[in-house]
T-cell receptor, first 117, second 112 residues
C-alpha cells in the first residue's frame, strides 16, 4: 500500500535558524502533497498544498515566506521553516495520495515534532 | 465552505462496550467523508471513508460509520471497545481540490 515517509521525526533548533522537513512517497508518485500543522491536543490545520513542478498553494493566514515548500519531484516535498521562533514549535504532518481524497483517501507521514528553543 | 463538527472532545467507554463517536458535516456539494485515528506522537491512519457508494462503510479494526444525508452525520461506531482503541479520532471532509478538512478530534478513553 501507499507509504509516506517523513523525516526527521523530531528536531530541536535554535531560534532564528531554519529547519527542513522532508516528506517522501515511498512506493508511489504523488503529484500533490499536503502539509498540516497540529498544536498540542488540537486538530490538524491545513497549511498548504504542494504541487509537483509548480508553486505551492497556501491557506489563508499562512506565511509563504516563513514556510517554504518545494515539490521538486513526484516523490519528495520539503517544508522549510525559516527563521524559526518558539511559536513555530508544533507537530507538522504531511500527506500524499495516488489519486486524491476522492479516490483513495490520503496517506499520512508519521509527523515531525519541531521544538524551537 | 466545508467543515466538520465532532461532538465531544473526550469520550469514555468501558472495555467491551459500544463505541460511538459523533460527527456532523457541512458541505455545499456531496461530500467525501473520512475517519482517521491518531496515536500519540504519530501520524494519522485512515480507518474508513465514504465516497458516495454504500452509506454504511466498514473500516479497519472493527469500526464502521454510516452516512446519513438527512442528518448530515457520519458517526463512527464499534460494537465492542478494546483497550487498544484508546486514541484520538478525527472526522474529516473533502469537497473540492482534494483538500481534507479535519474536525477538532475526539479523545477516546477505554475504561477497564
Amino acid at each position: 500500500g501507499a507509504v509516506v515517509s517523513q523525516h526527521p521525526s523530531r528536531v530541536i533548533c535554535k531560534s532564528g535558524t531554519s529547519v527542513k522537513i522532508e516528506c517522501r512517497s515511498l512506493d508511489f508518485q504523488a503529484t500533490t502533497m499536503f502539509w498540516y500543522r497540529q498544536f498540542p491536543k488540537q486538530s490538524l490545520m491545513l497549511m498548504a498544498t504542494s504541487n509537483e513542478g509548480s508553486k505551492a498553494t497556501y491557506e489563508q493566514g499562512v506565511e509563504k515566506d516563513k514556510f517554504l515548500i518545494n515539490h521538486a519531484s513526484l516523490t519528495l516535498s520539503t517544508l522549510t521553516v525559516t527563521s524559526a521562533h518558539p511559536e513555530d514549535s508544533s507537530f507538522y504532518i504531511c500527506s500524499a495520495g495516488l489519486g486524491g481524497a476522492r479516490s483513495y483517501g490520503y496517506t499520512f507521514g508519521s509527523g515531525t515534532r519541531l521544538t524551537v528553543v | 465552505a466545508q467543515s466538520v463538527t465532532q461532538l465531544g472532545s473526550h469520550v469514555s467507554v468501558s472495555e467491551g462496550a459500544l463505541v460511538l463517536l459523533r460527527c456532523n458535516y457541512s458541505s455545499s456539494v456531496p461530500p467525501y467523508l473520512f475517519w482517521y485515528v491518531q496515536y500519540p506522537n504519530q501520524g494519522l491512519q485512515l480507518l474508513l471513508k465514504y465516497t458516495s457508494a454504500a452509506t454504511l462503510v466498514k473500516g479497519i479494526n472493527g469500526f464502521e460509520a454510516e452516512f446519513k444525508k438527512s442528518e448530515t452525520s457520519f458517526h463512527l461506531t464499534k460494537p465492542s471497545a478494546h483497550m487498544s482503541d484508546a486514541a484520538e479520532y478525527f472526522c474529516a471532509v473533502s469537497e473540492r481540490n482534494d483538500k481534507i478538512i479535519f474536525g477538532k478530534g475526539t479523545r477516546l478513553h477505554i475504561l477497564p
